[in-house]
C-alpha cells in the first residue's frame, strides 16, 4: 500500500492524465497574477491623483476670490478718478465762463494801451507778450476735449473688468467637472475597498449649475448682441420660432 | 417716467458695480442693489423700484424666477425689466421673452448699448404699441 502511494507520488507530471480545461484554467491563473499588482499600481495611482484634487479646487477658488478683490479695488480707482475729473470738469466749465469777460476786457486793454503807447515806447511790446501769452496757453475747448477722451478711457476700463466676473463663471463650470472626477474616483476607490475621499473645500464646488454659466464668454463681437437683438425683435412680433 | 429708481441685481459685485456706474454716466443716479433674487425681493418690497435690471443665473433665486415673482405680483406686474446676462443661446432669449423681461443684453455689454436698451423701454412704457 505504502509503496502505491509512494509510486503515485512519484509519477512524473506528464504522465498524470491532464483534465480538460487545465490550459485555460493555468492561462487565467497567469493573467490573474499579472493584472493583480497592475491593480494595485492603478488604485496608488487614483489615490494621488484624488488627493490632489481638493487643493485643485480651492485654488481654482482663490483665483475667483483673489481677482474679483482686485477688480473692486480698481473699480475704487476709477470711481476716485471719475469723481476728480467731475470736479475738474466744473473748474473747465467755470474757467470758460469767465473766458468770455476776460476777451472783452482785454480787447478794452488793447484800445487803452494803443492810445498810451505812444507816451509809454516799451508799453505796447510788453502787452503783446502779455496778450501772447494768453494765446499759447490754449483754449478751454483743448481742456475739455481731453478730459472726455481720459473719462472714455476709464470707462472703457471699468466695461473690460466684465471679464472677471465672466472667468469667474467659466472657472465655476471647471470646478463642477473636476468635483464630478472627483466623485467618479471616489466611486472606483470604494471598490477598491478604500475610505471615501476628503470632499473639495472650495466654495464654488457644491454650487448648482443654475448659478453659474460654464459657457459664459468673453467676447467683444457685436455679434452676440445683434443676434439676441434680432430674436428679441422677431418674438415681439409674434415670432416665437 | 422721469429719474426712475434702479433695482441692479446680481451675484457679481463686480458686476453691480459697473452697472450702477455705467447707469451714473448715462444720467440715472437712483439705484439700489441686490445680490440674488430672494434679496431683490426684499428690497422690492422694502424700497421699491421703478425698473429691474437683472442677472440670470444666481443663487438662492434665479433672474428668471425673479421676473416671475415680479410679473405675478401685483404691486410690481408691470415694471419694466431689463436682463443682462451671459447666456446668448436663442432658446435662453426665448425663454427670458416668455416670461415677459422687456428686452435682453449679452454681457459684456457697452454703455451704449445700455442706454439705448433702457432708453427703448421708457419710450415703449410712455407710447405703448396698440
Known sequence: ?????????????????PWPGRDVLDNFVKVVSEVVPLLDTVKVSLQE??????????QLDNVTRATENATVEILDVLERMTA?????????TRLRESEGERESALKHIDSLIAE?????????????VFRTSFARQGSTDELESQFAAVR???MSIAMALQVQDITSQQIAGVSQV????????????????EERLAPAAAQTVGRSSEHFNGDAEYTREPNRQEHADEIVERFKRGDHA | MANPKFLVVDD?????????NTLKSIGFESVVEAADGKDAMAKLMSEGADFLITDWNMP???????????RSSDRFADMPILMITTRGNKDDVIEAMKMRVNNYIVKPFTAPGLKEKIDQILKSIESPMP
Open chain 1, 1 to 17: 500500500m505504502k509503496s502505491a502511494v509512494r509510486r503515485k507520488i512519484e509519477l512524473p507530471r506528464e504522465e498524470v492524465a
Open chain 1, 49 to 58: 491623483s484624488a488627493g490632489t484634487i481638493p487643493k485643485a479646487s480651492m
Open chain 2, 60 to 70: 438662492e433665486m434665479s433672474g428668471l424666477d425673479l421676473t416671475k415673482w415680479v
Open chain 1, 152 to 154: 472714455a478711457d476709464a
Open chain 2, 12 to 20: 457679481s459685485l463686480t458686476m453691480r458695480r459697473i452697472v450702477i
Open chain 1, 178 to 193: 473636476i468635483e464630478s472626477v472627483r466623485l467618479r474616483l471616489d466611486k472606483v476607490l470604494q471598490a477598491f475597498g
Open chain 1, 84 to 92: 476728480r475729473m467731475d470736479a475738474m470738469g466744473s473748474a473747465i
Open chain 1, 116 to 128: 498810451a503807447s505812444g507816451s509809454q515806447p516799451g508799453l505796447l511790446e510788453h502787452w503783446k
